[in-house]
């Protein structure tokens, strides 16, 4: 595993250019909305550490999503039939697989927070840094793992609008784009239930200096487990696809 997992990290540093991807648009819209709409005084300072957890949670989202991408290649490159004659079983490849799209999305997540301390003044214990950098980045895996299935189940032309179509529904819809409270009640029902609302909402609660709530934990981690075995049922059926 460590050996394959090796291989896979030299593949994500060969594409400087889909990292940057990642960074640019939430890092533009975090930017330009604290300094448009942001207020000013606490007001201010409340916006921008809001935004922050909202805007690094959706670059980290759509860049573990994306990541799921490069499977669409290994299927053409026939990558993945050279796998299933390795030792390495389904679930190990997944692992590997969605542990790389995890760190795919580190950059998204560091860039937006440093942004945060650095232009906008988000002022945050230490040890509340630590906590929703990290929170952050391990909430990437139900998505890490989500990107994986569409990839090897969907064919090479849906791959990319899937994930895009995905990866906005889940951003507006979760409440990283706009805050749930503005939306009408139906809908604000519906959204408690998507993962990046509980994605981004444990990681600001952290930020706020409060606690996570269990409901916001159980939704995310039964998303991680139905995409766990998404992924890895689209492998075994994408392996047999190919041999």
């Known amino acids: 595993m460590s050996g394959y997992l090796s291989i896979e990290l030299r593949r994500l540093l060969r594409s400087p ?22 207020g000013s005084g606490a007001a201010r300072h409340d916006t921008a550490i809001y935004l922050m957890v909202s805007m690094a949670g959706f670059g980290a989202v759509g860049a573990a999503l994306t990541n799921g991408l490069s499977v669409v290649a290994d299927r053409s490159a026939g990558w993945l039939r050279q796998l299933r004659i390795t030792p390495l079983s389904a679930g190990r490849v997944v692992v590997i697989r969605g542990l790389t799209g995890m760190l795919a999305a580190l950059p998204a997540i560091l ?7 650095l232009i906008n ?17 391990l ?10 299935g569409i990839g090897y189940l969907v064919s090479t032309q849906a791959a990319q609008p899937v994930t895009m179509l995905l990866n906005l529904s889940m951003s507006i819809l979760g409440g990283l784009w706009m805050p749930a409270t503005v939306f009408p009640a139906t809908l604000r029902a519906v959204s408690r239930f998507v993962p990046t609302s509980g994605y981004a909402e444990i990681s600001r609660r952290i930020a706020f200096d409060g606690l996570p709530h ?30």
């Open 111 to 117: 860039a937006v927070c440093v942004v945060g301390g």
């Open 139 to 148: 909430g990437t895996a139900p998505f890490a793992l989500l990107g994986l």
């Open 17 to 38: 250019g889909y990292l940057m991807s990642s960074l640019a648009m939430p890092l533009v819209m975090y930017l330009v909305i604290t300094n448009l709409y942001g």
């Open 214 to 243: 269990a409901t916001d934990i159980a939704v995310l981690l039964a998303w991680f487990v139905v995409f766990a075995g998404l992924a890895t049922v689209a492998y075994r059926r994408a392996g047999r696809r190919t041999t």
């Open 121 to 137: 003044g988000v002022r945050l214990p230490l040890d509340h840094w630590f906590a929703v950098v990290a929170l952050l980045w």
